[in-house]
């Protein structure tokens, strides 16, 4: 671990176990304190963190936001908040209360200086008081669109740099870091007058599940699977992100954002540049983001005629889900009635490099879809000559390897077996690898892996500028093209696995979609 919590992010070994790198006492901001993201992630992630004392006694948590509230309330409320979630028993009560003790907050609008007065003494009187070292993280949990607001707030009172080679200022920026490229490299420019980028935490909370880190395990510290990961063994790979609910009290938001910007440039596109990377030559923050970068490098952007014929955008109609019936997107509550907001996405890509080219990536995410399942399966070729007949191998499919990042985590092996009996027939069976049987080890949530390394300054979980730019480069011509209207959106009934028209994307290259 580095020595100086302020320097470059790839001294920091990132598979060390958090004893190794203890947080340093800090104090942690969160801007939009009341809302959501506070009560459903990030309170419920310091509670777990402070009752694995994995959390300094100089810690304290700072809610910024426009609700009037005294500190007593917000503790109270912070409180009641880990309680409803049956956090813990006495014991892990009795750590948390104490916690929530030394927890401040700060009400005020972000465009008023005096709120960031007001923050700026309050961090002060906590550097005195509990020896929070002058030490802080910045989180912002509130809408994009405040972004740049308290960004130069904090810039103008002095905050984003920190106050002595040994104290850090980091900053922690949720999800969607932009709504395109151009607005992309404008928050940068606005990030940038503040902030140095190694004290950039870019958030994908797919980064902090523990089956996409197990990609990298599985990928590089195993003999067996780098030498078959290539275009020589895999036919092709697919990529699903499927959901069963719909866009639930989300309505408006999700109108703005449709599921090209809300899950696949950030979450599939970085479970995809971990599945396509080439081995780093260090395992810290820089090593493995630049592979990334050189991997997403490689994708294809698509063209205006390419979009037409690759890309699928469809919206979910009134259906079945779980037993019970649920209204079609149109009818979500804060939807427009005749939105064309896409929930649902199929995509065919390239892969222009020496590993992967000639090998299609397909990739799909929705809402409604019959369940929640998100994996990764490589598809291999089929053995060049089978000395069966058609009949002994009918039930028979070309070998894959599948990631399951939720739920069930695991990994599965397909491939034949000859069933028992006096005939010689074969069928596809699976070897599989449970999380849940493999390991006694608790899994702690993303939010919580995810906010000890950005305390302890740790980057590699978190995404980099140009990461970033260049997910929006590959998602960029399809926004473009359904703006233009040059694709037209498809409908699936909930509950399905989406459009006729994404299944005859693959049926087009002879392939056909996984049921996982
Ligand atoms: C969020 C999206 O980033 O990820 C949500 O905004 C989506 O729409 C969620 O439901 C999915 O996350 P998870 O961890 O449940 O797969």
């Known amino acids: 671990m580095s020595s100086n919590p302020t320097a470059a992010a790839d001294d920091v070994n990132p598979l060390a176990d958090p004893e190794d790198r203890p947080a340093p006492p800090a104090v942690f901001v969160i801007f939009g304190a009341s809302g959501d993201l506070t009560s459903r992630k990030l309170m419920p992630a310091i509670e777990r ?57 700060v009400a005020g609008d972000y465009d008023d200086a005096a709120t960031f007065d007001r923050l700026k003494e309050v961090l002060d009187e906590l550097d005195r008081e509990r020896g929070t070292a002058e030490n802080r993280l910045f989180y912002l949990a509130t809408p994009p669109s405040t972004f740049p607001t308290v960004i130069n707030g904090l810039k103008d009172r002095g905050l984003s740099r920190s106050s002595s080679e040994n104290a850090f200022s980091r900053i922690v920026i949720e999800k969607p870091y932009g709504h395109d490229l151009q607005s992309a490299l404008e928050l940068d420019r606005v990030v940038h007058e503040a902030f140095d980028e190694n004290q ?17 395990a599985l990928r590089f510290a ?31 938001f999700y109108e703005q954002a449709g599921a090209l910007r809300d899950i696949v440039q950030n979450h599939v596109m970085q479970v995809l540049a971990m599945t396509l990377m080439e081995p780093p030559v260090t395992f810290d923050a820089d090593g493995i983001r630049d592979e990334k970068v050189k991997a997403l490098k490689a994708v294809e952007i698509l063209d205006a005629e390419k979009v037409k014929t690759q890309v699928v955008r469809a919206q979910y109609t009134r259906g079945w ?16 009635p005749h939105s064309t907001t896409e929930t649902y996405v199929a995509m065919k890509l390239k892969v222009d490099n020496w590993r992967w080219a000639g090998v299609p990536v397909y990739v799909r995410t929705g809402k409604r879809l019959p369940k929640r399942v998100t994996e990764v399966a490589l598809q291999f070729h089929k053995v060049p000559h089978l ?14 390897l599948v990631l399951r990042i939720q739920p069930d985590e695991g990994i599965s092996f397909r491939f034949g077996a000859k069933i028992p009996g006096q005939a010689f027939r074969i069928r596809s069976v699976s070897m599989d690898f449970f999380y849940g049987a493999a390991f006694l080890e608790e899994t702690p949530d993303a939010y919580e892996r995810l906010l000890l390394d950005a305390l302890s300054g740790d980057a590699t979980l978190f995404i980099r ?19 233009n209207d040059d694709v037209p959106v498809a409908k699936y009934e909930a509950g399905t696995w989406g459009p006729r028209e994404a299944d005859e994307l693959l049926e087009a290259d002879g392939r056909r979609w996984r049921r996982p």
């Open 49 to 105: 963190l402070a009752v694995r004392r994995l959390l300094p006694p100089g810690f304290a948590v700072v809610g910024v936001a426009r609700t009037e509230m005294t500190d007593d309330d917000f503790r109270e409320r912070m409180r009641e908040l880990v309680e409803k979630g049956g956090g813990g028993g006495p014991e892990a009560r009795h750590v948390w209360d104490s916690f929530v003790g030394a927890f401040r907050y």
């Open 200 to 216: 950039v935490y870019r958030i994908d909370h797919y980064l902090g599940k523990e089956t996409v880190q197990n990609v990298l």
């Open 321 to 336: 889900v779980g037993g019970e019936e649920v209204a079609g997107y149109r009818d979500e509550e804060g939807v427009d």
């Open 222 to 252: 195993n003999a067996t699977y780098e030498p078959i990961w290539n275009r020589r063994y895999v036919d092709h790979i697919q990529v699903t992100v499927a959901e069963s609910l719909g866009v639930e009290h989300r309505g408006s």
């Open 387 to 400: 000395p069966f007949h058609l009949k002994q191998v009918e039930d028979l499919e070309a070998d894959s």
């Open 465 to 483: 500028s140009d990461e970033v730019q260049r997910a929006w480069r590959i998602v960029d011509p399809l926004l473009q093209a359904w703006e």
